[in-house]
């Protein structure tokens, strides 16, 4: 009995896949009397009889347990409409809400299920960057949706944005200002977004030609202020600065804004910035914020529509992918 069990030595005993042993264990309605009957013998023969009643008399996932949202930082404004929308959904459906910090790893994903099955969530709407093992080892256990940030290598229903073709679109409003000298802050390059943005600015500056200098091409290890503001015023206070800045996120652009002043350059007279998200700073900076608008709020209550969807059983969710739109404001300007 000192042993713990788990899903995948029960599943190489039984001659399964993990996700039918969560079945068996979770949800046997949807499993063959079979199948259920040679789970539970792998169980017995392996010594785990006893383990499994006491795994079995915690609350498996109920059908009114709250609808769980994975958030990868805390801090971050990005995620405050997407979950304004989950709630609203949730709420019109009788579901309450609980948000989940953390980015569950395949070697953490074991215990980030038993927090699930604890609180008895019935479904699940992550935001986090997942390999492909972790999101199918999630969804084995209880629904789940991805939202903003997906994993395309799996069947896991998704509701997200194009971000290669809006970062097109914001560079080749900088470009259509009268820049020539371009230069990008992006993210963790683990993330979906930071990667498809990087694309969309890199085919946009192969198609006019431009001169790339690699001290532009900036990524900062978190979506953080003072990273991206100490990054960027190493860059324009240097010799050779750029005349416009894509930033991948509203946080990194007001930090560019910050540093171009300081290193006493006026925005959008000597360098033009575009962000990306249009969250609340951008409306408060000086000058105001051009920006690609995601529809936060819309892809939050798309996401819980879906993982309802999912829940109830009544077919299979539709993966959606939501237009975009450019803000223009105050930090570019046609040039003369």
């Known amino acids: 009995m000192a042993k713990r069990m788990t899903v995948e030595l029960v599943a ?3 001659g399964v896949s993990p996700a039918t042993v969560s079945r068996v264990i979770n949800h046997p309605e949807l499993v063959s009397a079979k199948t259920i009957a040679r789970v539970n013998a792998s169980i017995r023969e392996l010594g785990y009889a006893s383990l499994l ?9 109920d059908e009114r347990g709250p609808i769980v949202v994975n958030i990868p930082w805390l801090d971050n404004p990005f995620y405050s409409e997407i979950v304004h929308g989950i709630r609203d959904s949730a709420r019109a459906a009788g579901y309450d809400v609980l948000i989940l910090w953390d980015t569950p790893r395949q070697s953490t994903v074991d215990s980030f299920c038993e927090s699930l099955r604890r609180c008895g969530a019935s479904g699940l709407i992550t935001m986090c960057s997942l390999s492909t093992e972790t999101i199918e080892r999630i969804d084995s256990e209880l629904p789940t949706i991805q939202c903003a940030e997906n994993n395309p290598e799996t069947n896991v229903p998704y509701v997200t944005i194009d971000d290669r073709a809006a970062a097109r679109t914001a560079v080749e409003h ?3 200002c009268g820049c020539k000298h371009l230069s990008i802050i992006s993210g963790p390059e683990s993330y979906k977004y930071s990667r ?3 694309e969309g600015f890199l085919s946009v500056a192969r198609e006019h030609e431009l001169s790339l200098d690699p001290s532009w091409i900036l990524q900062v290890p978190d979506n953080n202020y003072e990273l991206a503001c100490s990054a ?3 860059m324009l206070e240097s010799d050779n600065p750029p005349d416009g800045v894509f930033a991948c996120s509203d946080t990194y652009a007001a930090a560019v804004i910050r540093a171009a002043r300081k290193a006493g350059l006026s925005v959008p007279g000597d ?3 575009v962000g990306f998200d249009n969250i609340d700073i951008a409306t408060m900076t000086t000058p105001t914020l051009t920006t690609v608008n995601q529809p936060r709020y819309r892809m939050g209550y798309g996401a819980c529509n879906l993982l309802l969807e999912r829940m109830s ?5 539709h993966s959606m992918v939501m237009e975009t739109e450019l803000i223009v404001r105050e930090s570019t300007a046609r040039r003369p």
């Open 232 to 234: 960027a015023t190493h």
């Open 196 to 198: 498809g943005r990087m």
């Open 271 to 273: 360098l033009m910035v």
């Open 53 to 61: 009643d006491r795994y079995r008399s915690v609350k498996p996932f």
């Open 313 to 317: 059983g009544n077919g299979s969710a």
């Open 12 to 14: 190489k005993h039984a």
């Open 174 to 176: 900088l470009i259509a």
